[in-house]
């Protein structure tokens, strides 16, 4: 049953350092107060998984959580490069960045598996691309048919946390829109935390939208913004011009550093 | 180019989409002689409708406007997989003469990259599975190389046969669309081939901007020059999006 606690409390309760964790939200609804608050607790030698990093885990880089990144399209979408991510991964900057990488295909089948407690999952993917037979993606024959199809691991992270538009006393979670493959992150993991803009005594149903019973989801914390830069639908819209804006902030690391100072660690913190 | 990449989808096609200039080529199409052109973006977004360009992939925009919203599984396992969809459109940082991407990093060895680029997304399989592709991409010699340093997404490997034996069930690339003019595979040795230029364009400027010696096709054509409706719709949906003066 779904704990609703605080941000702070729900982190320290659900992340800790060495953990595989899972935060997604693919370009809508992206848990960014909890990453920050990651940054702010300290947590290190984290294994990040996310489909795309986006500016979310370039922050939880730059500031040296991460031991390993697991992903498949790490770029500023619209913008360019993610310059903390590439400074880890060219320069080892601020500490060596071990890389596994896929697709989005296999990245979505892998938590797909891990939701179902299956130990892979098979697609049609990979096939001729410098990505096959790397780490976690394997040939597999159809036991039916005989054709060649690949075969990707299962992704079991420790904890997954993702923003939701609301949940209920009960912390039943509601979230619409781009949905994405929340809800198979969060059955992938052992721990979960959800943020949400509101917490409501009952939830109406909404056309399209997903509903995790709060049974499944283990921590719920009223963060409303708690998306910013990126943004849930209904409430608010992403915020392009910080988008574009992060391009300088990342690409130099004093300035990296000051955003930290200020935003993560500072009066303009909370 | 953008102008060209357009007039490359008929009304009706279902198309999957990438940022960029995939994403403003296929919105114009759809305000010019497309109006149902069936956009899809790896958000999840069928028939995503935007009257103004978005940023990314996932903006409001395209989940308000679209005909169905799906998850990501969905998305790329019962949209693409199958080979639901017309045409994929990407673009790249390297391709060379058999129309193989590279999105992944440049540099000899992956461990140590001189440059790391973003990577597959959504890619690999949009390249193997729509069953045409269609490339954007601006034509310098450090993009159009003899050898990708990594094969990210699959165009004809290495020549004739490469995709049937790899199973790979769409067509592969049709068009390589740049600034210079059109590249198209030769149907027998699958190699890229110059087939039109635009107004004022040599074959030999495009040839010094190519990494490999480029063939010229008999038939070369010359892409003709932007009408006004279409110079119009291109500026009336660049003028929604900040940064983009340059697309033209």
């Known amino acids: 049953m779904a704990e609703i606690v605080s941000l702070a409390d729900a982190v320290a309760e659900a992340v800790h350092d060495g953990d ?23 947590r290190r030698e984290l294994t990040l998984v996310r489909m795309t990093p986006d500016v979310i885990y370039d922050q939880l880089i730059g500031a040296g959580c991460a031991r390993k990144l697991v992903f498949s399209w790490g770029g500023n979408p619209g913008v360019g490069s993610l310059h903390r991510f590439r400074d880890a991964v060219e320069h080892s900057w601020p500490v060596p960045l071990e890389l596994e990488e896929h697709s989005h295909a296999g990245m979505a089948n892998r938590y797909v598996a891990g939701a179902a407690g299956l130990p892979f999952a098979v697609l049609r993917g990979y096939t001729g691309t410098g990505l096959a037979g790397r780490a976690n993606i394997a040939e597999i024959a159809c036991p039916f048919t005989g054709e060649t199809l690949t075969a990707v691991a299962a992704l079991r992270p420790d904890v997954t946390v993702i923003h939701a538009q609301r949940a209920d006393r009960a912390g039943n979670v509601q979230y619409w829109g781009i949905t994405g493959v929340q809800k198979e992150a969060v059955l992938a993991a052992t721990r979960s935390v959800v943020t949400v803009e509101e917490i409501v005594d009952k939830l109406d149903p909404r056309p399209g939208a997903v509903v995790v019973p709060g049974w499944a989801v283990g921590y719920v914390a009223l963060v409303p913004g708690g998306a910013h830069p990126s943004y849930a639908l209904g409430y608010s819209v992403r915020d392009n011009d910080f988008y574009l804006a992060w391009d300088a902030i990342s690409r130099d690391r004093q300035a990296f550093g000051q955003w930290l100072a200020r935003h993560v660690h500072g009066e303009a913190s909370r | 180019m953008t102008v060209t990449a357009a007039r ?24 010019t002689h497309a109006p149902n052109l069936v956009l899809i973006y790896e958000s999840g977004t069928i028939g995503a409708k935007p009257g103004s360009l978005p940023l990314s992939i996932g903006d409001g925009i395209l989940a308000e406007t679209a005909d169905a919203v799906v998850s990501v599984p969905e998305i790329f396992n019962y949209w693409l997989q199958p080979g639901r969809i017309d045409i994929g459109f ?22 140590e990259p001189k440059i790391r680029l973003p990577g597959a997304g959504g890619a690999p399989e949009i390249a193997a599975s729509c069953r045409e592709v ?7 010699r450090r993009t159009f190389v003899e050898r990708v340093d990594f094969v990210t997404s699959v165009g004809f490997g290495d020549g004739p046969g490469s995709r049937k034996r790899l199973g790979l069930t769409g067509a592969g690339p049709r068009k390589i669309i740049t600034d210079l003019g059109v590249l198209e595979p030769d149907p027998a040795g699958c190699e890229l081939v110059l087939t039109a230029v635009y107004p004022g364009t040599r074959p030999a400027d495009v040839s010094e901007r190519t990494g490999w010696d480029l063939k010229v096709s008999a038939d070369l054509a010359e892409v003709p020059a932007p009408g006004p409706d279409e110079l119009t719709a291109l500026r009336a949906l660049l003028a929604t999006i900040p940064d983009t003066a340059e697309a033209l």
Do not use: K, W
């Open chain 2, 90 to 111: 990407l673009g790249a940082a390297q391709i060379d003469r058999f129309g193989n991407i590279n999105t992944t990093m440049i540099g000899a060895d992956y461990a």
């Open chain 2, 8 to 31: 490359a989808l008929r009304d009706r096609m279902t198309c999957f989409v990438g940022i960029g200039l995939p994403s403003q080529a296929a919105n114009l199409a759809r305000a």
């Open chain 1, 20 to 42: 595989m964790v899972a935060m997604e939200g693919f370009t809508h609804l992206i848990p960014h107060a909890a990453g920050r608050e990651v940054i702010r607790q300290g």
């Open chain 2, 134 to 140: 269609i490339v954007i991409v601006r034509q310098t």
